[in-house]
């Protein structure tokens, strides 16, 4: 089945540590996209990808990375810089086509720091 | 800037009709979404107008009128399941990227 799988589902971090996320979709989709939700707030972009070696940061990039180095995978690492990581992730990508696009997002990953 | 708004909460009786409201300020619109998030899972998507007027779907049915930045997601014969938050996001153009700008979230209590 074509979709976007994400991983873990549940991830606990110490505080220093750096822990990655993963976030990969089998639909063919250039454009890839890094959320962050948080209770009470609307989807915040961390990071975007068009195209494959290319990423721009979105509206709260500090203390995240990532990479783009095949179309199918756009992994997310929070470094021990981001202070309070504790959120929802969630990875999507974009269809388009046909005078529609959308964005299909993956399942989400829980962040936790213990 | 980039804006959106939609009321926070809502509580509505099954069978009934709720109407969800977004207003929205934007450059570079590209269109709206609609999105159903239950709680702990990822959003899915419902609807997505670029042009003016009433696209329906089944049950639910979402308007667009881009001069006024307004939306809204109507909701039919309402049932149990359809408790959840409904997400409102606009994509736009920027420099060339789309990117796209996502509401709080209405969430939406369905009462017996």
């Known amino acids: 089945d074509g979709g976007i799988t994400q991983s873990p589902k549940y991830l606990f971090r110490k505080e220093g540590q750096n822990v990655t996320l993963s976030c990969e979709q089998n639909?063919?989709?250039?454009?890839m996209y890094w959320y962050r939700q948080d209770p009470g707030q609307g989807l915040r972009l961390i990071y975007y990808?068009?195209?494959?070696?290319?990423?721009q940061k979105g509206d709260i990039a500090e203390g995240y990375s990532v990479s783009r180095e095949k179309k199918e995978s756009f992994p997310l690492t929070v470094t021990s810089a981001q202070k309070n990581p504790t959120a929802f992730y969630l990875c999507a990508s974009r269809s388009q086509g046909a005078g529609q696009e959308t964005q299909y997002f993956g399942p989400g990953t829980r962040l936790l720091v213990l | 800037g980039q804006n959106i708004d939609q009321p926070t909460e809502m509580t509505a009786t099954e069978g009934a009709i709720v109407q969800i409201n977004c207003t929205y300020q934007t450059s570079g619109f590209n269109g709206l979404f609609w999105y159903q998030q239950h709680a702990g899972e990822a959003p899915t998507f419902l609807s997505y107008?670029?042009?003016?007027g009433l696209e329906e779907k089944g049950r639910f049915s979402s308007f667009l009128s881009r001069s006024k930045g307004y939306s809204y997601l109507l909701l039919k014969e309402l049932q149990m399941k359809d408790s959840a938050s409904y997400l409102c996001a606009v994509s736009f153009t920027t420099s060339g990227t789309y990117k796209y700008i996502f509401g709080t979230g209405t969430r939406l209590k369905v009462l017996a």
């Open positions: 639909l063919n989709h250039d454009a």
């Open positions: 990808s068009q195209i494959v070696n290319d990423f």
């Open positions: 107008n670029v042009l003016d």
